[in-house]
């Protein structure tokens, strides 16, 4: 039975789409000033999309896409089991740096206009804190 609900491995095509949002993503991270330290973060945990620094504070953040917003806002699909895993991943990483600094998580929505087919980011500072809750 628990076979029935694993999810399908992502393919190619969705691997590299989701690495191009997170490279637009970066990219107006900095232009607002951030300094992007890592990206596509690994731990046993799972993974970060990116890691920056913002006036010596650490902030990790998730990227969400959508074509349209006809099924919500890109960042509601950060479930409380995710908020989790980058929490952890996020320790890991700080651990693993021997870093010991404050830090916050944030999330940025990638949409696709429909009208003019291009991108537009929306940030979302201290999106959920370390207690699994959505700010």
């Known amino acids: 039975m628990k076979q ?3 999810r399908l491995p992502r393919n190619k095509h969705s691997r590299a789409q989701g690495q191009y949002w997170e490279q637009q993503a970066a990219k107006y991270l900095q232009q607002q000033g ?3 330290v890592e990206c596509n973060y690994h731990s046993r945990y799972g993974e970060i999309d ?5 006036n010596e504070q650490y902030v990790f953040i998730e990227v969400r896409a959508r074509k349209d917003l006809r099924f919500g806002r890109p ?3 950060v479930s409380a089991n995710k908020q989790a895993k980058i929490m952890k991943t996020a320790q890991a990483y700080l651990q693993q740096h021997k870093l010991d600094v404050s830090c ?3 999330v940025v929505e990638v949409v696709l206009s429909a009208d003019t087919g ?3 980011c929306h940030w979302i500072p201290q999106a959920f804190d370390g207690h699994g809750e959505y700010a």
């Open 118 to 120: 291009k991108a537009s």
């Open 4 to 6: 029935l609900f694993k």
């Open 75 to 77: 960042s509601e699909t």
């Open 104 to 106: 916050r998580f944030d």
């Open 50 to 54: 990116l890691i920056a620094i913002d």
């Open 34 to 36: 951030l300094r992007i």
